[in-house]
C-alpha cells in the first residue's frame, strides 16, 4: 500500500473519524450547500483584506470561489477513502506550487473552523446534535489540514532532493536522526 494512503488511514483512525462522522457530513451537506456561498463570501473577503493573501487571489477570485465550492462540496460527500486523499494532496500540491505559505493555510483553517461551527450554531437548536455535527465537521477540516500539510513537508524534501542530490532515503535518514 502507498505510504501516504496507509498514513491516510491511521490519521483517520487517531482522530476516530468513521462511519458515524461520515452519515453526519452527508446529512450537513444540504446546509453547506445552501449556506455555503456566504461562507466563501467571507472567506474571499478575509484574504482579500490582508495585504499577502490578497496579492495571491488578485484577478482569481470568481475562480477560487467555484473551486472552493467544489472542495466544500467534497467535505460533505461521504467518501472519506483513498480517492478523497488523492484529491486532497493535489489541491495541497496547488496550494504548495502557487506559493502559499503553510502559516496562511493554517490561518485560514482556522478561520474556516470558526466559520462553521457558527454557522452551525445558527442552524443547529438541539445541543447534542450540534456538538455531533461540529465534532464530524472539525474532523474532516483538521484531516484536510493533515493533508495539505503533508503536501508541503512532501515537497520540501523533494526539492532537497533535487539541490543537494541526495537521494530521499538518505535525506529522510538524516530528518529523522536524533542526537
Known amino acids: 500500500m502507498n505510504p501516504q494512503l496507509s498514513l491516510w488511514e491511521d490519521l483517520k483512525r487517531f482522530i476516530a473519524f468513521g462511519g458515524e462522522d461520515a452519515a453526519t457530513l452527508v446529512r450537513l451537506g444540504p446546509l ?27 484577478g482569481r477570485v470568481d475562480a477560487l470561489k467555484a473551486t472552493h465550492a467544489g472542495w466544500m462540496a467534497g467535505l460533505f460527500a461521504g467518501e472519506y477513502g483513498d480517492d478523497y486523499y488523492r484529491d486532497r494532496a493535489r489541491i495541497g500540491l496547488a496550494h504548495v506550487r502557487a506559493g502559499i505559505p503553510p502559516w496562511w493555510v493554517e490561518a485560514v483553517f482556522a478561520f474556516l473552523h470558526s466559520a462553521a461551527v457558527d454557522l ?3 442552524a443547529i437548536a ?24 503533508l503536501a508541503y513537508g512532501e515537497e520540501r524534501l523533494h526539492r532537497l532532493c533535487e539541490f543537494t542530490g541526495m537521494s530521499r532515503k538518505l535525506l529522510e535518514r538524516c530528518v529523522a536522526q536524533r542526537r
Open 126 to 149: 438541539d445541543p447534542a446534535e450540534r456538538c455531533a455535527a461540529e465534532r464530524s465537521l472539525l474532523k474532516i477540516l483538521d484531516l484536510d489540514q493533515m493533508v495539505i500539510n
Open 32 to 58: 453547506f450547500e445552501a449556506r455555503g456561498g456566504a461562507l466563501t463570501d467571507a472567506f474571499y473577503e478575509r484574504l482579500a483584506g490582508q495585504p499577502e493573501t490578497a496579492a495571491l487571489i488578485a
Open 120 to 122: 452551525l450554531a445558527e
